[in-house]
């Protein structure tokens, strides 16, 4: 029977790395990367192809072929020298690409692996991490490719970020302080457990449209972990339980003795606060034998496995000084993008008392000053509907490199935002007076025009 084709968006990173080792015989892998990997005769496991997932279109190049789809993209490390935004609106912008290229590739199944979210709190109360998870499903069910959700708390297996933080800081530190956020009670799984539910919902059609909490056979709290792997590595360490202990507080100095970045930390911390246990469900029953937190923090630590190399990646030469800037505006009047897209010409003469123009001739726009032209940008009706308007910055002065960046409107989540993100664009300006000016006043300028927007009434 020939094997099903699977592209995973989010190959190199922990769970699509152990995925490809454990399943590469049972699928024909497509594995997405930022870096053009070099071929190797000796890899067999997955073909690697090089994507970037800000295009559509390159995101639609990469699942050519696919029959299913799995997301395990999470808050992308920067590609640009400057990236405006928070992650919050990166993940979203990148989930809407994936389920529009989905969608137009025929993808028959998504598979995303989230994160546990609390049953006994509303969105509004969720830390900014899980309403991040939370719209990402959302988004990526929002083009009719059916999606199979898998919430997750810890995951602990080799090579696993959340596992090696509490081992360093129980091999470092003799005495922790454990804030209240040790303390709330969450449910970590097995790596392999993870791994094979992830595989009995692939293709599963009982668990398409479906939100799934998986979990490991008990619950315990962050406090306990640590206490449990001191036990295992024979270390006396005192644990102290106080009652506050700043977020900002804890994110340093479990970054500092972990030497881990904070922005990876920020989120565990902002989530341990929640009470998250998976709920039972038939998925979960298919695996009774699953691992407590003990057996899965001995096998790491006693019986490590090893993952494969991958390929190595082609060195390649790119601009230095290229920016992207992702802003969410507030759509509350649920506009469409092609009439944002348009107010926005026409709103920006206004705001600045015609100190800066917009000239219009059919597909390009030229904004100026004086006469003298900033940015010409051309419509690109092709890639353009009313859920998005496509400019590509195409000169002007306050462009160096006039053959890549571009300007894009989206409206996401049911209208409920619209997305303002400009792309690849490398200015003129020397870099630190374009970061000192240019790129503050684009930030500045567009919470203006968000606010307009929110109030504005369809005409």
């Not at 590609?79 to 935004?85: A, D, E, F, K, N």
């Not at 995303?112 to 109360?125: I, K, M, T, Y």
């Not at 691992?291 to 490590?304: C, D, G, Q, Y």
């Not at 053959?403 to 303002?420: A, H, Q």
Request: proline share 6%; charged share 20%; hydrophobic share 40%.
């Amino acid at each position: 029977m020939e094997r099903p084709t699977l592209v995973i968006a989010g190959a190199t990173g922990f769970i699509g790395r152990w995925f490809i080792e454990r399943y590469h015989r049972e699928y024909r892998i497509i594995a997405l990367s930022r870096s053009t990997m070099r071929p190797d005769p000796d890899y067999d496991k997955a073909e690697w192809r090089k994507v970037e997932l800000y295009s559509i279109t390159s995101t639609e190049k990469g699942l050519e072929g696919a029959d299913m789809a799995l997301y395990l993209v999470h808050s992308m490390s920067p590609s640009t020298r400057l990236s405006q935004g928070s992650f919050e609106d990166t993940d979203l912008l990148l989930a809407d690409n994936f389920a529009r290229a989905a969608s137009n590739r025929g993808i028959k199944q998504i598979l995303f692996v989230g994160g546990l979210l609390p049953s006994d709190e509303v969105p509004e109360q969720y830390s900014r991490h899980l309403r991040s998870r939370r719209e990402v499903e959302l988004t990526l069910a929002s083009t009719g490719v059916p999606v199979t959700t898998l919430r997750a708390g810890i995951i602990v297996g080799a090579g696993g970020s959340s596992f090696q933080m509490i081992e360093k800081l129980v091999r470092r530190l003799p005495v922790m302080i454990c804030p209240s956020w040790c303390q709330s009670v969450t449910h970590p799984i097995d790596l392999d457990d993870a791994l094979k539910i992830i595989d009995h919902c692939l293709g599963n059609t009982s668990t398409y449209d479906q939100a799934i909490d998986i979990g490991g056979a008990d619950t315990t709290t962050y406090m306990s972990m640590l206490g449990t792997v001191a036990s295992l590595l024979g270390k006396r360490r005192i644990l102290r339980p106080v009652r506050y202990f700043s977020p900002g507080l804890s994110t340093f100095w479990v970054s500092n003795f972990t030497d881990t970045s904070g922005d990876l930390v920020k989120p565990l911390v902002e989530s341990l606060r929640h009470r998250m246990v998976a709920a039972d469900s038939n998925v979960l029953s298919t695996f009774p034998d699953r691992l407590n937190f003990r057996e899965s923090a001995s096998k790491v630590l006693f019986t490590p496995s090893t993952l494969s190399p991958l390929p190595q990646r082609v060195p390649e030469r790119e601009e230095k000084n290229t920016v992207r800037s992702v802003q969410r505006l507030p759509n509350p009047r649920r506009h469409t993008a092609t009439f944002v897209a348009r107010l926005y010409q026409r709103w920006l003469p206004v705001f600045f008392r015609a100190l800066v123009g917009v000239k219009s001739s059919g597909e390009h726009s030229t904004f100026q000053v004086m006469g003298v032209p900033l940015l010409k940008l051309t419509f690109i009706p092709s890639r353009s509907d009313d859920h998005r308007q496509l400019f590509y910055i195409v000169g002007g002065l306050l462009v160096k490199r006039k053959n890549k960046g571009w300007l894009e409107f989206r409206s996401v989540l049911n209208d409920r935002y619209i997305i303002s993100a400009i792309h690849d664009f490398v200015p003129s300006l020397p870099w630190y007076l374009y970061i000192m000016t240019q790129a503050p006043a684009h930030s500045w300028v567009m919470k203006r025009f968000g606010d307009y927007l929110s109030h504005k009434e369809s005409n």
